[in-house]
């Protein structure tokens, strides 16, 4: 290809180029329009529901070249000062910058937005519930370590509720500052990510000492200060920091994913592909969980997680449930049947209805 032919296809691009900014702008004053509109309606700015059916619509009508994950990757940061313009929103997510939960957080909203770091998951629900920031993004499970504690205690107990989730594949890369496995004399990370790497610690790296640090991104920075650490952590966060990979992917399981919760006081309608999350609480007694249970089972409602935790309140050995269920709290079916769960137990509570989110990828 001759040098010509480049400045020529460069022209092109240059001309698309300005036509795209138009276009884009043309599409930010709209956006600012709904916002006024929905200003005076009192309607939140935010609508995951209509993001992700612009994203549906758009996939269909795309005959390529274009990648779908470009594709949602452009319009994630379109979205995003789409929804600055209309409104400053903050979100707080469990950090420190440059988690998972800030991968997860930025997934969801896109980089244009104020972000938040706070330093315990409980501080991202007092964030939101005092209004500070209209939403929040902590982790709630992973595929191989299991739930997060500390997000179902609070959940328990905290009047925020749930309005999306966020699923990511996690990838865990062991990096220091010489990137040489040789120089490893201690490796520290967050203690799920230590846990997600367990078979693989104890096969290559038999007697080195395990330190739990409170992020990913603190085990990066004492990596960073100390040529004897190796931190676990998520590639970008540790090259950022200019530490070198020494072995990338070494979670025991290569499917790995960590779900996130999105906390805040939107109510997001059904969608046809909506997933309900509940925690009740019953007396220790013969059959207590089995008749609510056999509520959703009898009406063919689809349960796809249940976990129990302590009460932790003043009688030991008592038990919430977290149940989540596959539809709306509006859908006829699921009203009704929480309806009646209410009727005879009142220690019921409705998390969020939420839409299901698809792992790209
Ligand atoms: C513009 C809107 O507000 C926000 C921005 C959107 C967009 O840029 O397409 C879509 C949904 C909302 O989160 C809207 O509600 O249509």
Redesign the pocket.
């Known amino acids: 290809m001759t040098s010509s032919t480049i400045d020529e296809l460069r022209a092109e691009i240059d001309a698309l180029d300005a036509t795209i900014l138009r276009l884009l702008n043309q599409?930010m004053s709209?956006?600012r329009q709904?916002?006024q509109s929905?200003n005076s309606l009192g309607q939140s700015?935010?609508?995951?529901d209509?993001?992700e059916r612009?994203l549906a619509r758009l996939r269909d009508l795309n005959d390529g070249p274009l990648p779908e994950i470009t594709l949602r990757a452009i319009y994630r940061e379109?979205?995003s000062g789409?929804?600055l313009l209309?409104e400053p929103i903050t979100v707080a997510f469990f950090g420190p910058a440059g988690t998972y939960t800030h991968e997860a957080a930025r997934e969801r909203f896109g980089r244009s937005l104020p972000f938040t770091a706070c330093e315990s998951i409980t501080e991202v629900f007092h964030e939101v519930a005092q209004a500070r920031a209209q939403f929040g993004v902590v982790p709630i499970e992973n595929s191989i370590e299991g739930s997060v504690s500390e997000t179902h205690d609070m959940l328990m107990t905290s009047t925020v509720g749930v309005c999306g989730e966020i699923a990511i594949r996690i990838s865990h890369t062991l990096m220091n500052l010489s990137g040489k496995m040789e120089d490893v004399k201690i490796v520290m990370s967050h203690p799920q990510a230590l846990a997600q790497c367990r078979s693989w610690l104890a096969r290559k790296l038999p007697g080195i000492p395990l330190q739990e640090t409170s992020s990913t991104a603190v085990a990066a920075e004492k990596a960073r200060a100390d040529s004897r650490v190796a931190a676990i952590a998520s590639e970008t966060l540790g090259t950022d920091l200019g530490l070198k990979v020494i072995r990338k992917g070494i979670q025991d399981r290569q499917e790995n994913i960590t779900r996130f919760l999105v906390l805040g006081t939107l109510k997001p309608p059904p969608t046809g592909k909506d997933r309900t999350s509940i925690v009740f609480w019953t007396e220790n007694e013969p059959g207590a969980l089995f008749r609510i249970l056999e509520k959703f089972s009898r009406r063919g409602i689809n349960l796809s997680r249940i976990e129990s935790r302590p009460e932790k309140g003043s009688m030991p050995w008592r038990y919430a449930f977290f149940v989540d269920l596959d539809g709306h709290r509006d859908d006829p079916q699921i009203s009704e049947c929480l309806a009646e769960i209410m009727k005879e137990n009142r220690l019921v509570k409705v998390i969020g209805s939420f839409p299901k989110q698809t792992l790209l990828q």
């Open positions: 599409r709209f956006s709904i916002g929905k700015v935010f609508d995951p209509r993001e612009v379109i979205f789409s929804r209309q």
